[in-house]
């Protein structure tokens, strides 16, 4: 019955600790691939923290995309609960005990022991992880954030005044746009003719070049500067 209420009063569902304990696992890990690339010229995109993690530290891809994963919730959670790194490791500690006696895994209380200080440094705002996570976040803080984008072209008949006759045909295109507004899915369909096409290509190629530019210019600055969703990412 104790164990019951215990289990009611915890903060996590069973899985949040199950993810926290794969974190107790590759903590000092995390912290020091996040560190090294910190300190070089490697992009702090997701994609290439996940494979220098999976490389690094000998984790399958899905592994290391997974440790990013638990990591980053946690730390959405402290900023949700509001607290200082202290007492949400504190927080953590309390209930990650209650539910290892639970599962009679007192190996993991020497694991949490012995890790703890790392988990400090990895759930840390001026962590390397920390600083991660704020610059990821900017990469998202609009209002509204495109899934995706399509041009739809079209065969559009002209018939004669009886409809017996297709007269000419007009090719016309539609760009349709997909994006995020809040927790809602939207779609938006232009319609665009030839010269909108050049136009807009014409701004994506030159779009490129600014990023671009303006990366390599950064490079002397001191600034560890990435474009997010370059390929080469």
């Known amino acids: 019955m104790s164990g019951e209420n215990s289990k009611k009063s915890r903060g996590l569902p069973d899985q949040a ?6 974190i107790l696992g590759h903590a000092g890990e995390i912290n020091r691939i996040l560190g090294e690339i910190e300190n070089s010229s490697s992009s702090w995109s997701l994609k290439n923290v996940a494979r220098q993690l999976s490389e690094k530290a000998k984790l399958t891809e899905r592994e290391a995309e997974k440790a990013i994963g ?3 919730a946690f730390h959405r959670l402290r900023e949700k609960l509001g607290f200082d790194i202290d007492a949400f490791v504190r927080w953590l500690e309390h209930d990650l005990f209650d539910f290892a006696k639970e599962q009679n895994k007192n190996e993991l209380i020497e694991l949490w022991n012995n890790s703890v200080s ?4 990895l759930f840390d705002d001026g962590s390397p992880f920390g600083i991660f996570d704020k610059a990821n976040k900017l990469v998202y803080a609009h209002q509204n954030l495109l899934v995706d984008a399509n041009v739809l072209t079209d065969l559009r008949p002209v018939y004669d005044k009886k409809a017996e006759k297709i007269l000419r045909m007009v090719i016309t295109h539609q760009l349709v746009i997909r994006y995020r507004e809040g927790s809602s899915e939207k779609v ?25 530019l303006a990366a390599e210019k950064l490079k002397t600055s001191g600034w560890n500067t990435y474009i997010p969703g370059e390929k080469d990412e």
Do not use: G, W
């Open 188 to 212: 938006l369909y232009l319609t665009m003719d030839a010269s909108d096409l050049d136009n807009f290509e014409n701004i994506c190629s030159r779009a490129r070049l600014k990023s671009k």
């Open 118 to 121: 790392l988990i400090k440094e």
């Open 70 to 72: 638990c990591v980053l």
């Open 17 to 22: 600790y199950e993810d926290l304990i794969f």
